[in-house]
């Protein structure tokens, strides 16, 4: 038993497919952790995603309606639908605050003993998930190394197969689950959690000062100290379909 207390929350749109084994997901952590509370944020599904959260008895559900119009950049409404939820953790009595995505990455069973994992250690403000048979969140990825810069901002720059092998592709790796924590400026990888204390104020912006769209999840990182990628903390065992897709676009 994991004896925290954690609020999880999840963003969704149109994630009327993932629902019911991402339910399941969440129903097997809360059965191995003493204190939970689940917060679904919701905007813009033009499916049943709405009604099928309704149905649920033992979640909170906060639609925030048709935000397309007003904020047509789904990375924007993105970040203020995640922002709801950074206000209720911090307005809350939960210490920590575990974030899962809605689609596909979302419907993997996470292990207690892979949540577990995250508590060996105290030092640090954000854990992240891992995929060890390809990492595949690029995008909110930075690491000086790795992934330096917006690998979509990058391969926009000149959009040639060689430069997508050198922004995309050549970036995936895959992260054994018996490597040490991998210390990161930012990262998310489809499910991260947070000590709310660290929290601080911090909030996902999805647009840069030019209102193109960025990844929301690097400025709201870039106000914590200690993020990492924790490699035992795995939400997939399978290969991503973000990295299927990727590899579909190289032709």
């Not at 930075?142 to 592709?169: A, G, Q």
Request: charged letters at 30%; one cysteine or more.
């Amino acid at each position: 038993m994991i004896n925290e207390s954690i609020m999880i929350s999840v963003c969704v749109r149109d994630c009327e497919k993932y629902l019911n084994n991402l339910k399941r997901n969440i129903d097997n952590i809360r059965s191995f952790v003493s204190d939970t509370k689940v917060l679904f944020v919701e905007s813009d599904s033009a499916d049943n995603t709405l009604d099928i959260l309704k149905n649920y008895d033992d979640i909170e559900v906060i639609s925030k309606g048709n935000m397309r119009e007003q904020f047509p950049e789904r990375t924007d409404r993105l970040a203020r639908c995640r922002n709801v939820y950074l206000d209720v953790a911090e307005e809350s009595n939960f210490d920590y605050l575990l974030v899962l995505d809605g689609d596909s990455i979302g419907e993997e069973e996470i292990t207690e003993k892979s949540l577990a994992s995250n508590f060996d250690y105290d030092d640090w403000d954000m854990m992240t998930a891992n995929q060890p048979k390809g990492y595949y969140d690029l995008w909110a990825l930075r690491h000086e190394d790795w992934m330096p810069f917006d690998c979509w901002e990058e391969f926009s720059k000149n959009r040639t197969k060689e430069n997508f092998i050198r922004c995309i592709i050549s970036r995936f790796r895959k992260i054994d689950i018996n490597e040490p924590r991998i210390k990161v400026k930012s990262a998310f990888g489809g499910a991260g959690i947070i000590k709310v204390s660290s929290i601080n104020g911090s909030r996902h912006v999805g647009l840069n000062e030019k209102n193109q769209r960025i990844c929301e999840w690097v400025p709201f990182c870039k106000n914590l100290n200690n993020v990492y990628i924790n490699p035992m903390f795995v939400n997939s065992n399978t290969v991503s379909e973000h990295i299927i897709n990727n590899m579909k676009m190289l032709g």
